[in-house]
C-alpha cells in the first residue's frame, strides 16, 4: 500500500493549510490513519489519528486548532490546520494501519508511510 501526501507549504502565522494523503495500492483495507510530524532537531510525533469508524485523537499542542478526517470510499485522509503558529513548522508525514491481501487471499498486516509535505509557519 503506498501513501502519497500533499498540501504542504509556506503560510504565516494564524494562517491554515490543508493536507491530504491518498493510499493506493491492490486488495487492501484501511484500519487507523494518522498524521504525524517531524521539526528540524526533534523525533517524529503524534498529531492526529482517525480509525476507520471516525474516533479522532489529537496531541495536547493541537487540540481545537487542527481537524484530521478521512474518507473510506476514497481511502483518503486530511488534516485542517487552522491557527497556525512557528512552532507547527515540520515535516508531516501520514501513515496507514493496513491488511492487504496476497494473490492467495492470504492478509498481510503492513504499516504504510507517506513521503512526508514540509509545512513552513512563519511568525
Known amino acids: 500500500v503506498q501513501l502519497q501526501a500533499s498540501g504542504g507549504g509556506l503560510v504565516q502565522a494564524g494562517g491554515s493549510l490543508r493536507l491530504s494523503c491518498a493510499a493506493s495500492?491492490?486488495?487492501?483495507?484501511?484500519?487507523?490513519m494518522g498524521w504525524y510530524r517531524q521539526a528540524p532537531g526533534k523525533g517524529r510525533e503524534l498529531v492526529a489519528s482517525?480509525?476507520?469508524?471516525?474516533?479522532?485523537n489529537y496531541a495536547d499542542s493541537v487540540k481545537g486548532r487542527f481537524t484530521v478526517s478521512r474518507d473510506n470510499v476514497r481511502n483518503t485522509a486530511s488534516l485542517q490546520m487552522n491557527s497556525l503558529i512557528p512552532e507547527d513548522t515540520a515535516v508531516y508525514y501520514c501513515?496507514?494501519?493496513?491488511?492487504?491481501?496476497?494473490?492467495?487471499?492470504?492478509?498481510?498486516?503492513?504499516?504504510?508511510w507517506g513521503q512526508g509535505t514540509l509545512v513552513t509557519v512563519s511568525s
Open positions: 495500492g491492490r486488495r487492501f483495507h484501511i484500519y487507523g
Open positions: 501513515n496507514a494501519d493496513t491488511v492487504y491481501y496476497r494473490d492467495d487471499d492470504s492478509p498481510v498486516a503492513t504499516y504504510s
Open positions: 482517525i480509525t476507520n469508524s471516525g474516533s479522532t
